[in-house]
């Protein structure tokens, strides 16, 4: 096991870094300063390895550098603003890191590295758990359905010939506080697997290895935060006795699941005015008969094509991903679980442009004027999670993104842009979320800016 300090100044990417290396077995302290990181050096703390952002908000990552370096602690470099090979040469060359990674990375990647320079053995995926797939939904809760709680299926099972009902949550073991990363270190509970029922062998899965508290967060920002460190696992959302689970692979939004009733497949579909309450009721039946999910069956029955299957599925993810966007209360936690069965439809969602669409969708206009105050100032962040290429944004949006900034207030932008006041402000908070503007605190200095000409 390695000591590791990760200083990294995006919160939700230094915690997932920090939650991996946790789930290797090491202990990691991450902070978000420079400031911070040479407090942590001091005399009676030793760490076997660093990670270090170059941009941080405070100092240059290069004085934290060569801060570790005169305390003899082997560092890895990372950086979305400084890339190619010159920032890399400098950064091990001049600077002393053991390698340098670009944003976005693959984080097994950046952990490898970081094992390598701290010493210890590398751990394989297999040694840490089983892979599993998304039949896991139903591993992690018992057989007999409960009056109170609805039960948890994935989002291409519904109406099978049984209804598992919600995990029970035996107690977590004892952790030290101080050694859990922040947002995580404000977490309310860590969720664990129920126990294996008797009558049935099942595989011994891994613990939810830690939670947070969404006060302290937002369903958004999580996405980016995989997406950044390119991560394969599921992310846990609870508010309440709801309970979601999402899954990415390479950062991506592969599935999703729900335990209410309303969010299933088939129901999903009948709200959609995709299928008639006779042909649920059919397709539920061959389903029970035949022990398909209800999608399958669906498929069979020629209830649905698969190219409508597909687009179903799309948008039940979506639905189920933007109810939780305005939880502002609630749990999170995480697992390095990944879904293996090649049956089930894949999906590849991008989270930029889920947040802009799902803003978009769901905020009203009081919510927005709530969350975008006319004073507000935002400006480009140097080191967002996503390339503007990759956004899909029109010609207004766009347009509405290059007048942001930091010069102008947000009762600037709604003047100066041809979008609605709705359409402009979800355009504004959509981007805020992604991490592709942030508000600017200070007055501008418009002497020193480039204002677009306006």
């Known amino acids: ?47 076997d390895a660093a990670l270090v952002d170059l941009l941080l908000p405070d100092i240059r990552g290069s004085e934290v550098l060569g801060a570790l370096r005169a305390h003899a602690i082997p560092a890895i470099a990372v950086s979305g603003v400084y890339k190619g090979d010159r920032f890399a040469q400098e950064a091990i060359k001049v600077h002393g890191a ?7 990375f693959e984080l097994d990647a950046v952990l490898d590295a970081l094992e390598e320079a701290a010493g210890v053995p590398p751990v394989t ?28 299926e994935s989002v291409d099972a519904a109406a099978g010939s049984s209804e598992p009902s919600e995990p029970s949550e035996p107690s977590e073991p004892a952790l030290p506080e101080e050694a859990l990363p922040l947002p995580f270190a404000q977490r309310g509970a860590v969720w664990t697997e129920a126990a294996p029922a008797p009558a049935r062998q099942r595989r011994q899965l891994p613990e939810w290895s830690l939670g947070g508290d969404l006060a302290h967060t937002s369903v958004p920002r999580l996405l980016n935060a995989y997406y950044e460190a390119r991560h394969h696992g599921e992310l846990k959302l609870r508010q309440g006795t709801v309970l979601k689970v999402v ?26 005015g995709a299928l008639t309450e006779a042909q649920l009721a059919e397709a539920a039946g061959y389903a029970r008969e035949h022990s398909l999910r209800t999608g399958d069956a669906l498929l069979k029955r020629g209830l649905l094509s698969p190219k409508q299957r597909r687009q179903l599925l799309e948008e039940q993810v979506k639905d189920i991903l933007w109810s939780t966007f305005a939880w ?65 944004l029109d010609g207004p949006q766009a347009m509405l993104l290059a007048f942001a900034d930091g010069t102008k207030t947000v ?23 992604s991490g592709v503007l942030e508000e600017r605190q200070e007055t501008p200095n418009r002497r020193q800016r480039i204002s677009f000409g306006l």
């Open 98 to 104: 053991c390698a340098f990674f670009e944003k976005p």
């Open 125 to 152: 995926h297999g040694e840490l758990l089983d892979e599993v797939d998304l039949l896991v939904l139903e591993e992690l809760v018992q057989e007999t359905p409960s009056q109170e709680e609805p039960a948890l």
């Open 411 to 433: 009762e600037d932008l709604l003047a100066l842009t041809d979008l609605s006041e709705r359409e402009a402000l979800a355009t504004l908070r959509g981007l805020e979320l």
């Open 247 to 272: 899954y990415f692979e390479a950062g991506r939004v592969v599935y999703a699941a729900s335990n209410l009733a309303p969010e299933r497949f088939g129901r999903f579909c009948l709200r959609k």
């Open 328 to 392: 502002t209360e609630g749990g999170y936690g995480f697992s390095p679980m990944r879904p293996q069965r090649a049956d089930l439809v894949p999906l590849s969602l991008f989270p930029g442009d889920l947040i802009l669409e799902g803003v978009a969708r769901t905020q009203t206009l009081v919510a927005l004027r709530q969350r975008m105050a006319p004073g507000r100032r935002l400006f480009p962040a140097a080191d967002p999670p996503y390339g503007l290429h990759e956004l899909k």
């Open 1 to 47: 096991m390695a000591r590791l300090l990760i200083v990294e100044d995006n919160q939700e990417l230094a915690s997932l870094i920090a939650t991996v290396a946790q789930t290797r077995g090491h202990e990691a302290l991450t902070v978000f300063t420079g400031e911070s990181a040479l407090e942590a050096l001091g005399p009676t703390t030793r760490f």
